[in-house]
């Protein structure tokens, strides 16, 4: 059986995927058609429903649930993992909520779980400006935008640029609920037979399992697609967003989304 299979060119997402669309591993009858494409053009195919299996942002999530089911292995969820902001100017936390009101924040796609985090957390900060996440920090930097709302590798390179850092949204979560932060995952489309969901599961279980047993060897397909990122950088960035919560959401896991969705509910 073939499936259409959307992740991104991160190196957690192609790392976890590699041997999967590679043959490196056993894949049990299954095949795929696979595109790589920035998570917010991932969160609106979720939304039309293009895909059979997909990544997406938890933020997204909560408004597929009738279409997709998430899939137990493949989700970046964690603590010390969350989106930050950051600017040119250092403001206090206590500060923050008043000053933050008119300013421009550069956020990395509307649909994305930064930008439902940065909502519940700043519900009056309402002047947004969607690009491409690795935009943002140059955003700021010539004056775009006056905040930048980073994500992946971003968090390992704003610091070089002179920028500081306004608040981590997933410490904001972590302190408030207890939980580790839902930042994406891995959902298969409903109408799809639950055997086949079992299975897809397990052979994402297996190719995470490969190329964990492999690491710290990078494959070309991790670096081919990470562009101009540096192999160190490609590696903090796997060993941030792929964990144990990667293998197995766990019922801390799917307790921690379940939160999410109903704050969500309540903007």
């Not at 959307?6 to 696979?34: M, Q, R, W």
């Not at 195919?45 to 408004?63: E, H, Q, V």
């Not at 964690?78 to 206590?94: M, R, T």
């Not at 796609?109 to 985090?117: I, R, S």
Request: charged share 20%; proline share 4%.
């Amino acid at each position: 059986m073939k499936y259409s299979l959307g992740f991104s060119p991160c190196p957690n997402d192609t790392f976890i995927f590699d041997a999967l669309v590679n043959g490196k591993i056993d894949t049990k009858g299954l095949s795929f058609d696979y595109v790589l494409e920035d998570v917010e053009t991932l969160n609106e195919w979720a939304l039309a429903g293009k895909l059979d299996i997909t990544k997406l942002s938890f933020g997204t999530y909560p408004s597929v649930t009738g279409t997709y089911s998430l899939l137990h292995s493949g989700s970046a969820l964690g603590k010390g993992v969350g989106p930050l902001l950051i600017s040119k100017q250092n403001i206090a936390y206590e500060n923050l909520h008043e000053w933050l009101k008119n300013k421009t924040i550069a956020i990395p796609g509307v649909h994305t779980t930064a930008n439902l985090l940065c909502a519940l957390a700043f519900p009056d900060a309402k002047h947004k400006q969607a690009m491409v996440f690795h935009e943002i920090e140059d955003a700021v930097l010539n004056d775009k935008a006056d905040v930048g709302l980073i994500i992946h590798e971003n968090r390992f390179t704003y610091q070089q640029k002179g920028l500081e850092k306004l608040i981590d949204l997933g410490d904001w979560w972590e302190t408030n609920m207890k939980l580790p932060i839902p930042l994406g995952g891995i959902v298969m489309k409903k109408n799809i037979a639950p055997e086949a969901h079992r299975l897809v599961d397990a052979v994402i279980k297996e190719s995470l399992l490969f190329s964990r047993n492999n690491y710290p060897r990078l494959s070309g397909f991790v670096t081919e697609h990470a562009q101009e990122m540096q192999e160190d950088v490609m590696r903090k960035h796997i060993e941030l967003y792929v964990n144990d919560y990667t293998q197995d959401l766990g019922e801390e896991g799917f307790h921690a989304i379940e939160k999410l969705v109903a704050a969500a509910n309540t903007l």
